[in-house]
């Protein structure tokens, strides 16, 4: 089946993974305000609860399920809740994600496979999970957050690029497989710059990372969040509407992006001199 053009927000039904805050909170608002019912999922009640609230205030049908995207049951279990509550899905919003902060060698591999429970198992799973749901759906999208470090890989972010190349990689050989078979599903992935969400200041940090060093590497990446949840959401909104198969969101992105292209294997030798400390 051929995809459509556009994607009609009104009265779809998003599923919409980490909508406490931060950029799942404000996609949440977007798409409400735009008509969608909405399926919100986070393990953070309080915060989940006044975002639906907020939601709802826009006239549409809200459900929340609070559970944490590392539990695999949790997410076998709900499609069906989602499904009673809303007879079927348009579009699922994977946001959910962590960070943690230390070089490869701090790191442990518990720590490594924590982060990628998150970041990168819980957005397979949800797939997985939602894909049924999907596919009898007239128009539908699966929407993957990744991060400019699933575009570029920097130093002491070894877990979390390593998890968001992963989301990219899957992404896009999940848009090439429902293409060649005839479906009704797009695939969006997002590559987000600095946002100022609670990510960076709420990460876990090696527990071998010196307190000095992770001081250090706080101050580093807190500088370069300038973006508003608010304007990333609009922008990814927008794009999914579009059903864009890829959404840069800032300049910052953007810049990035072509940095990339054109020094693919020595832009960090450009990029280390901003965020860096000189010697470093």
């Known amino acids: 089946m051929p995809h459509q053009p556009t994607l009609s927000l009104k009265d779809a039904v998003a599923v919409v993974t980490g909508a406490a805050g931060g950029i799942g909170g404000a996609l949440a608002l977007s798409l409400a305000r735009r008509g969608c019912q909405l399926a919100l999922a986070d393990y953070k009640a309080e915060p989940l609860a006044e975002t639906a609230a907020a939601a709802r205030a826009c006239g549409v049908s809200v459900s929340e399920h609070v559970f944490d995207v590392a539990d695999a049951a949790a997410i076998a279990n709900l499609p069906a809740a989602v ?28 720590e490594f496979e924590w982060l990628f429970q998150i970041n990168f198992w819980s957005v397979v799973r949800m797939t997985k999970a939602f894909l049924p749901l999907l596919e009898r759906a007239a128009q539908a999208q699966i929407v993957n957050i990744s991060s400019v470090f699933g575009l570029i890989g920097p130093p002491g972010q070894s877990a979390y690029a390593a998890s968001k190349f992963a989301v990219r990689g899957f992404s896009e050989v999940l848009r090439h497989e429902l293409d060649l078979a005839g479906k009704n599903i797009g695939v ?77 294997v020595r832009y960090w030798d450009l990029f280390r001199k901003k965020v860096l400390p000189k010697g470093k």
């Open 83 to 110: 499904e009673a509550r809303h007879a079927g899905t348009n579009i699922l919003v994977n946001c959910a994600g962590v960070a943690l902060g230390g070089t490869f060698a701090q790191l442990s591999l518990e």
């Open 188 to 264: 969006t992935v997002v590559h987000p710059g600095g946002v100022r969400t609670g990510i960076a200041k709420n990460a876990r940090l090696a527990a071998a990372l010196p307190k000095a060093d992770a001081e250090r590497m706080e101050g580093q990446w807190e500088k370069l969040l300038r973006d508003s949840p608010e304007s990333v959401a609009e922008t990814i909104v927008a794009g999914v509407a579009r059903r864009e198969k890829r959404i840069l969101c800032g300049a910052d992105a953007t810049r990035i992006d072509v940095i990339q292209r054109l020094m693919p």
